[in-house]
């Protein structure tokens, strides 16, 4: 069984891999006039091309950051295609066609029939079609006023929103690969959330059609208006093939007075191979900012893939009483790399932020918690609770934890609190001698550990990911 | 490039070294032993390499350094004053009376300072009167015992200017009955000038000594000090170690204490700050064996314009062992505190218990507290913990105190008084403790 993971891990990016170059596709690198050509091809309105341009300008001046704690071969800027037509994927006519050892892995993972048949591309009947489905959620999102589209779509339909709000959470200044991700975008999710209105369903990635496809440059921005709420998942306990290798993410997100914003996402991209060769580099900047008084941002993440991750997802908490939560579970096995954590800036009274953080590290893999907590001057009365475990399953992997606080006023009360601990030999054989096998231990164990952050994830994706862990740490015990 | 060219390039670039550059060839050499000029020339081969630290540097974040860089110093040597003796009597503590070593302006003064009757073989002396014996083969193996700060600007200028500083050297199977104490004086009416401390001490097998390292100044004004302290257990030895940095509001101080341990010694350090305009502690304990334990406890208490950053380094490379530390701030007006503490734990070095608990009370609305624990762990079979915590009094304490008919100034002075206290309370020799509890009080009921 479990070999017939690894081989399945091993696998390097079968999935839509060609090697001659699309008809679509620009030639590698970057100047101003791939900017310039991309904004053409998407028919951009000016403050687009000049806020693209803008950011070029200044990625130019900017140097590859390096104080994460990662190691890795830095990407040659000069070889990435920034743009290609999104592609065709061969369908295929049942899942009969699909490779065995992945359908064992849905089945264990428990992702339903038609997810499946989605995931691999399958035509599936009518009535399940994904389009249809697809449909149906946006004539229900659409009675509810809320608009769910990517961000070239909304360009074209809401400029006016999509102008107000780029870039004013995350500037094209911010860091190096928020900078390039500003020039080059691809596409991304759009949502908008009107006043008083909460939508009427979680918001998957899943239902946007013909976006499945993460892109290499991806860019969401997310807009609650006062009073309202959403719910937004991203990405999905199934192993995912992507040809690029650098993935610089942007994310945005923006709550107005008495808005929430949850946002979960579950990562498992390429890892590489068991000797650390290939995986995706995931270089994502996520942001939010509660701007109104008594609004609330809600991070949940479930990051178990990537080779190298860099992943700060922060709330600015603007308005008063407004709220911060940041729950991750992050698990590095073989040669993984995990640089993550979160900011949480107090600005306004009485905003209050928790923090849980649960780093799982085994085989020869790097696990890094890295946060910021600040109280800014004016932050009377606020609050921070902070706790990041580390558990270490094997001696030849490394936990780290690296928190910053910065405090600055007097009333403001920040607690941190961070632990290290393993899966003991005793513990393990605790469970053998009751008949539990070894997978269901650890995946037992790991539930324990992560419980606090399944429990803010969406039902079927707590099941999910709870499986997910313990098929990632396979054999990496005993 | 010639060592004289790169002296010209730093010069250009930072007035700061090229200085002490300057200082460190006007030292006199005579008779200088071969492992010493050595030394000296390595670190000013390294001084011309490096860069002034800033605000850029992930160690030196969040400091303005610009009025210690920007300042010219005198060498030591050309401040020399006599101890002031009333204030060296004051300062004095009875428990030490047959240990004290008095140093002014950095300069060992022999005639305020008293050593009698410690025992066969120990050694409670100076550079410079090691110097003057022709007797400083004695101290050469003890110094450069880690590498740990080769790059650090601050270490490399003291390896090029040191000349003085207390040397202690306790044989194996010995214990040093009463405690040693260090006191450095400093007259700030002068020129602004800058020290370079290097006190060594060695416990050998078995040995143990406690040693109080006190800064202290008879008259304000500017200075610098800039202290190496570098420490070596040898297996079985115990070490206290207590220091107390009160040096001028206006000075300068930086010091960097290296600490090297063997199996089943005992390492324990308390350092309490409480002068200076800035004030930069670090600390590296590197363990050599198993089953060593060592606490580095910590007061910070600063108000004004002060800035005081602590670094500690915890460095477990081997198996079973157990680490303490316990440091505890409080911020008032426009102070400025930094807490950095490291915990590693190697590979293989399993079975290690270490614990780390940094607390901050902010006194006022200006004050700042920036603190990051940091642990970075390789083996699996650990128990580590760090924690840290920052705010204010409890209301529901002040409350308490207030129901029992205490006015609320009192109660919070209390309360101050009882967060800092606890780490003076480990402090064995009596005096000082009582003394450093003193003026805590006094200074928690001034606010």
Known sequence: ???????????????????????????????????????????????????????????????????????????????????????????????????????????????????????QNVAVDAVFDSVSVA????????????????????????????????????????????????AVFSDGSFVYVPKGVTSPMELSTYFRINTQDTGQFERTLIVCEEGSYVSYLEGCTAPQFDTNQLHAAVVELVALEDAEIKYSTVQNWYAGDEDGKGGIYNFVTKRGVCEGDNSKISWTQVETGSAVTWKYPSCILKGDNSVGEFYSVALTNHHQQADTGTKMVHIGENTKSTIISKGISAGVSQNSYRGLVKMMPGAEGARNYSECDSMLIGDRCGAHTFPYIDVRNPSAQVEHEASTSRIGEDQMFYFLQRGIDEEDAISMIISGFCKDVFHELPMEFAVEARKLLGIKLEGSVG | MSLAEKKQETMARHPFIAQFIDHSNSRDADGLPQWWSESRTDALQRLVTLDVPGPKDEEWKFLNLKSLYNATYLSEGAAATEADEAFVKERSIPEAKAATLVFSNGRFKPAASNVDGLGEGVRVTSWSELREAGDLDAVRDHVGIADFWEDDLFYNLNGANFEDGAVILVPRETVVEVPIHLLYV????????????????????????????????????????????????????????????????????????????????????????????????????????????????????????????????????????????????????????????????????????SNQLNQNLLLSRRARVNTKPQLEIFADDVVCSHGATVGQLQDDQLFYLMTRGMDEERARSLLTYAFAAE????????????????LLMEQTTRN
């Open chain 1, 1 to 119: 069984m479990s070999s017939n993971i690894e081989n399945f891990l091993d696998q390097p990016y079968e999935a839509g891999f060609t090697s001659d170059v699309e008809m679509d596709s620009f030639e590698p690198g970057i100047d101003e006039e791939t900017i310039r050509k991309i904004s053409a091809i998407k028919d951009e309105p000016q403050f687009l091309l000049d806020f693209r341009l803008k950011a070029f300008e200044h990625w130019k001046t900017m140097e590859e950051p390096d104080w994460a704690n990662v190691s890795y071969d830095k990407p040659n800027f000069d070889d990435i295609i920034y743009y290609s037509a999104p592609k065709e994927k061969p369908k295929k006519d049942s899942l009969d066609e699909v490779d065995p050892a992945i359908l064992e892995t849905y089945e264990k993972l428990g992702i339903p029939l038609q997810e499946q048949k989605m995931l």
């Open chain 2, 423 to 438: 780490v003076l309370e480990d402090i064995e020799v009596d005096s000082l403790r009582t003394r450093l509890e003193g």
């Open chain 2, 186 to 353: 400093s007259d700030g009416s002068g020129e602004r000038f800058a020290a370079h401390p290097r006190n060594v001490i060695v416990a050998g097998e078995n040995a143990e000594v406690t040693v109080i390292e006190e800064y202290a100044t008879s008259v304000d004004g500017e200075y610098f000090h800039n202290v190496v302290d570098e420490i070596s257990l040898g297996a079985n030895a115990e070490v206290r170690h207590v220091k107390v940095q009160r040096d001028s509001k206006e000075a300068q101080h930086v010091a960097r204490n290296i600490i090297t341990l063997e199996s089943n010694s005992n390492y324990e350090a308390t350092a309490v700050n409480l002068g200076a305009a800035f004030s930069r502690n670090d600390s590296y304990a590197r363990f050599d064996g198993s089953s060593i334990e060592c606490t580095l406890d910590g007061l910070v208490y600063i108000g004004g314009t002060q800035v005081s950053d602590t670094h500690t380094a915890i460095d477990h490379a081997l198996p079973d062992s157990t680490s303490y530390q316990l440091q505890k701030v409080i911020v008032d007006d426009r102070a400025h505190s930094i807490f950095n503490g490291k915990i590693f734990v190697r590979e293989d070095a399993q079975r290690i218990d």
């Open chain 1, 135 to 182: 449909t149906t959620f946006k004539k229900q999102l659409a009675e509810a006023g809320v608009i769910f589209c990517s961000v070239n779509e909304a360009v074209e339909e809401y400029p006016e929103i999509v102008e107000k709000y780029l870039g004013s959470v995350v500037p094209y200044t911010d860091n190096f690969y928020a900078a390039l991700n500003s």
